[in-house]
């Protein structure tokens, strides 16, 4: 015959378990430090590379001198937004759960509108380019969107390692 206790034994595991669970899943929440070559970007190197790209697009586009306008439209929509400072971590865990919800969907809703802006920008410039343009455009300007150089099958980046 089972004890009287054995109920409040039960309980008293189960909320053992369910705080170790706890303590446990917050541990395994924190993100991990970034690796080593990501911890810094350098900003003109990243300028220097997306200029770069940008050139070998021009020349395999062979953009006109009628379409010199769009091509300044397009590239220049292109450039980042100037990145205000980032939210400082101690402020942000100061937010209650809710404002910090609120906090990462008002930055979603900026970072979707900048992406927004930039499709359109891209499909305007599409528009004034050559069907033959258009094949070159579709093979180098986003291989990271259909599997090409640089992309995987599922349009992500390929792992290394």
């Known amino acids: 015959m089972p004890s009287p206790r054995t109920p409040f034994k039960s309980l008293v595991l189960a909320g053992l ?3 170790l669970g706890g303590m446990a899943f917050a541990a395994a929440t924190e993100p991990p430090p970034p690796p080593a070559g990501m911890a810094q970007h ?5 300028q220097e590379h997306m200029l770069k790209r940008q050139a070998a697009l021009k020349a395999q586009l062979k953009i006109t001198a009628a379409q010199e306008g769009a091509w300044t439209s397009f590239t220049t929509s292109m450039q980042p937004p100037a990145k205000g400072p980032r ?3 101690a402020d942000f865990e100061k937010l209650t759960t809710p404002e910090r919800i609120d906090k990462m969907r008002a930055m979603r809703t900026e970072r979707d509108a900048e992406m927004d802006k ?3 920008a891209t499909k305007v410039f599409y528009a004034a380019l050559s069907p033959e343009q258009q094949k070159v455009f579709d093979a180098h300007a986003m291989p990271h969107m259909r599997g090409g150089p640089g992309g995987g099958p599922d349009g992500r980046p390929p792992h290394k390692g």
């Open 17 to 19: 378990l369910a705080s």
């Open 42 to 46: 350098d900003p003109a190197k990243m």
């Open 118 to 120: 930039r499709a359109d």
């Open 87 to 89: 939210p400082d971590k």
